[in-house]
């Protein structure tokens, strides 16, 4: 089992910058790639950065792309997701999640292929 925190999120106007923290309990976090999600109310769950097992590789959706940066420190067991350039379409919950991963390389864009999740921690942009 793992046991995924995030924090991080807040109030923060337009074109501000947020870091989110996702830390893990339960397992070490180098044998999963990570993945962060976002919902904003009355929208479905969306994929926004996603990392391998080893960091190296990350991918991100065209709506964030140069804006966000996911990152890892596995001896942390913390994953990251640096948000800069926030845009008041960015308010969404965010979610972090978890994969159990044999690939140093792979990257999970679906949701439905994560195996752990967190409890949210909301983002607010304002204009």
């Known amino acids: 089992q793992v046991q995924l925190v995030e924090s991080g999120g807040g109030l923060v106007q337009a074109g501000g910058s947020l870091r989110l923290s996702c830390a893990a309990s339960?397992?070490?976090?180098?044998?999963?790639?990570m993945g962060w999600f976002r919902q904003a109310p009355g929208k479905e769950r969306e994929f926004v950065a996603a990392?391998?097992?080893?960091?190296?590789?990350?991918h991100y959706p065209e709506s964030v792309k140069g804006r966000f940066t996911i990152s890892r420190d596995n001896a942390k067991n913390t994953v990251y997701l640096q948000m800069n350039s926030l845009k008041p379409e960015d308010t969404a919950v965010y979610y972090c999640?978890?994969?159990?991963?044999?690939?140093?390389?792979?990257?999970?864009?679906?949701?439905?292929?994560?195996?752990?999740w967190g409890q949210g921690t909301q983002v607010t942009v304002s204009s």
């Open positions: 990392s391998s097992k080893s960091g190296v590789d990350t």
């Open positions: 999640a978890a994969r159990r991963s044999y690939s140093y390389s792979s990257v999970y864009t679906d949701m439905a292929v994560y195996d752990y």
């Open positions: 339960g397992r070490t976090l180098s044998s999963y790639a």
